[in-house]
């Protein structure tokens, strides 16, 4: 029997490349397919057993408070966690961190994602070995890649046309896949964070605990559909998606 595991939502971003769409909006109430995309993650976390949540807030974070309590919080115990400042990634991670005591490993997932990966699978993967974090990846077109070794391991991160900067063993074997903001990690990812810093994107985090030889690993996307919404033209390609799943 697999832990149940809790599950942190990040949604405090603006989401500025919507344009007008976020400006009186959270992104993460933004519709595609009859729901908002919270309640799009909010279905597949609970489908792997999630009922304990835990969401940042930022943007508008009242609208989320009263769409949540309008719901019911969808049947799901939630703590949440206001950043008056942007914090990142890796910095919300850390502001929440003691909601966290107790929990030998997490989900974190981007509100801003639809995917239909079935989450159990991941956590299947992520505690049959002893990793620190499992990142869902994909082979797709992005900005910037992290790089995997032979065994899946991250060993370094890459700019679309920069160099790749290697964090552990060399680039020989190097494949470049790109994160797709859904994860599974492990308790000991908060004593690796940086004591003094406080905005900071967890994959900075990710790369110094490769550095140190932690197992931080991929787990690729092949079949599942996986898009980030957070353009109107990806957000238009969803819409169409889902509409014809009706």
């Known amino acids: 029997m697999q832990e149940t595991v809790k599950a942190m939502i990040f949604a405090a971003g603006v989401g500025s490349r919507l344009g007008s769409l976020t400006a009186d909006t959270p992104k993460c109430l933004i519709e595609a397919g009859g729901k908002t995309m919270l309640e799009h993650v909010i279905d597949r976390l609970k489908l792997a057993g999630v009922s304990e949540l835990v969401i940042n807030l930022h943007h508008h974070p009242q609208k989320i408070l009263a769409y949540l309590k309008q719901h019911g919080n969808f049947g799901c115990s939630i703590d ?15 502001k ?3 909601i966290f005591a107790g929990q030998e490993s997490f989900f974190i997932y981007n509100s801003d994602v639809y995917c239909d990966l079935d989450l159990r699978e991941l956590q299947k993967t992520h505690t049959s070995s002893k990793r620190l974090a499992t990142l869902v ?6 900005s910037t890649y992290l790089l ?24 020989a074997d190097a494949r470049k896949l790109a994160f797709c903001g859904i994860q599974i990690v492990s308790k ?4 690796l964070m940086p004591r003094a810093k406080e905005v900071f994107s967890i994959i900075e985090s990710y790369l110094e605990a490769a550095r140190h030889g932690e ?15 957070g353009s109107p033209e990806k957000l238009k390609e969803l819409r169409a998606r889902l509409d014809l799943k009706k």
């Open 148 to 171: 995997f070794g032979g065994k899946q391991q991250l060993i370094g991160i890459q700019k679309r046309d920069g160099p790749p900067n290697i964090v552990q063993g060399t680039s």
């Open 137 to 142: 990846v994909m082979d797709r077109q992005e």
């Open 80 to 94: 949440f966690s206001l950043e008056p400042v942007l914090l990142d990634t890796g910095g919300g991670l850390k």
């Open 188 to 191: 000991e990812i908060f004593q």
């Open 96 to 98: 929440a961190a003691n």
């Open 215 to 229: 197992s931080v690993e991929a787990f690729q996307l092949i079949n599942d559909y996986w898009i980030d919404m």
